[in-house]
């Protein structure tokens, strides 16, 4: 079953959302849950889907990137996302951290949630997250790159924050106009066209 994602403007979206209980991942709810959430994430499709989108504020997010998304990219453009086939898995309850915070990338990032837009938003290039698994198992991840970026905004969203709090403002376009004039850009092309007087 397929669930409706909620767009920007939903209260739930800038909820701070709560943990859940041992019990609760242990339970049947949270297992449906999670394959209605993985359902949903890829019919959209997109990369990650964190419960605060399907209107739960619970701290649980999926996340998948699939080999067939990335055809859409040059193999340069993936070496420079430093992105990778990463497989489904559910996150809960994470705890994130960036492992330097001055080491960051500029890309440009979309959500399901703010549909039909995308930005220039930068983020740290490697993180570490602690966080259950859907078993309720301890797991840490290391990651770097663009599933470093998914890590970033799927956490986002469980304390409310979505990526148009940290883009630059200048770079936010349709996703008509990014494919129509930007998607071949380099980041330098981009930045200098756009008015971006910083580099990430
Ligand atoms: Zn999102």
Sequence with gaps: MRLKIVQAGEKVLRQKARDLTTDEIRGSTVRQL???MRETMRDAPGVGLAAPQIGMALRMAVIEDREQYQKILSPQQLVERDRRPVPFHVIINPKISLVD??????FFEGCLSV??????????R??????????????????????????????????GSLYIDR?????????????????????AEAQSALGLSFAP
């Design 101 to 106: 915070p001055e080491d960051t990338d500029l």
């Design 34 to 36: 999670v394959e209605m």
């Design 126 to 159: 490697k993180v570490i997250v602690d966080c259950l698994n859907e078993h309720g198992e301890a797991v840490r991840i290391e990651a770097s790159g663009w599933y470093a970026r998914i890590l970033q905004h799927e956490i986002d969203h469980l304390d």
């Design 167 to 187: 883009m630059n403002p200048r770079s936010f376009m349709t996703t008509d106009n990014f494919s129509r004039h930007w998607k071949d850009s380099t980041l």
């Design 115 to 124: 549909a039909g837009f995308t930005a220039l938003v930068p983020r740290a």
